[in-house]
């Protein structure tokens, strides 16, 4: 069954009512004047574009692993690099980053990696590159998302980013300070092309499950094993 977000509500309203209009009016008073393919060339573009819109705000159901250790994708689309990381980076600690690029044509839905509980989210105001920039990552419009993860009877730090692009102008952060979240959760969504991050600290990590162009589906796809031995 094809569901669309509530992330996207407000749009998809709007555009359907821009949509009656623009099928509409070219029916009511261009009829007699104009042949049958004449006015279905003028329709087309706009019933195009919002059937769009709607693929565009879909919320598909995914079957996320529920084997213990797993990091899995917090979103839908190309693993664009895999860097390892210091304390200077927004983890704090030596760990691994691992980038997925979205275009416009994925699933832009955000989902949580892991269980855990939420401990700060920070939108931070910034440029809109090409997330394919090297220096977007740093310079463009971000929130970054907090994490506490229990391992083994001890509490790790995991970082989610969501980072905008040049054509993404919203980033929407449906979390709260405290929050717990479970493994694919939605968390929330960014607008028209951009790019998530996960970070994870080297502690954690026993096998990377992904290379770079390999392409990832949002709460199915395994980024990381960790030791085996999940506490929760």
């Not at 509500?9 to 029916?27: D, G, M, R, S």
């Not at 819109?53 to 919320?59: A, P, Q, S, T």
């Not at 907090?146 to 449906?174: C, F, M, N, S, W």
Request: with cysteine; glycine share 8%; charged share 20%.
């Amino acid at each position: 069954m094809f569901k669309v977000t509530k992330y996207g509500l407000k749009i998809i309203v709007i555009a359907t009512f821009l949509a009656i209009i623009w099928c509409v009016a070219p029916l009511v008073f261009l009829r007699e004047l104009l042949p049958w393919w004449a006015l279905a060339l003028i329709i087309a573009p706009d019933a195009l574009l919002y059937f769009w819109v709607l693929w565009f705000f879909r919320d598909p159901e995914r079957d996320t692993p529920q084997d213990q250790g797993l990091f899995i994708s917090p979103a839908d689309g190309r693993i664009a690099d895999i860097t390892n990381i210091g304390p200077d980076s927004e983890l704090g600690r030596d760990g691994v980053r691992v980038g997925i690029f979205m275009n416009v044509f994925n699933v832009h839905l955000s989902r949580s990696p892991i269980d855990a509980v939420v401990e700060s989210v920070e939108h931070r105001p910034g440029l809109f590159l090409d997330v394919r920039d090297p220096h977007a990552s740093e310079r463009n419009e971000s929130t970054t998302i907090r994490l506490k993860y229990q391992h083994q009877g001890q509490e790790y730090p995991v970082v989610v980013r969501q980072i905008a692009g040049l054509v993404a102008r919203r980033i929407v952060t449906d979390l709260t300070e405290g929050q717990t979240i479970t493994r694919g959760q939605r968390i929330g969504m960014i607008r028209f092309g951009s790019r998530l991050e996960l970070l994870a600290p080297v502690e954690l990590i026993s096998k990377i499950c992904v290379e770079i162009g390999q392409i990832s589906r949002g709460a199915e796809t395994v980024l990381i094993e960790s030791i085996q031995g999940e506490s929760k």
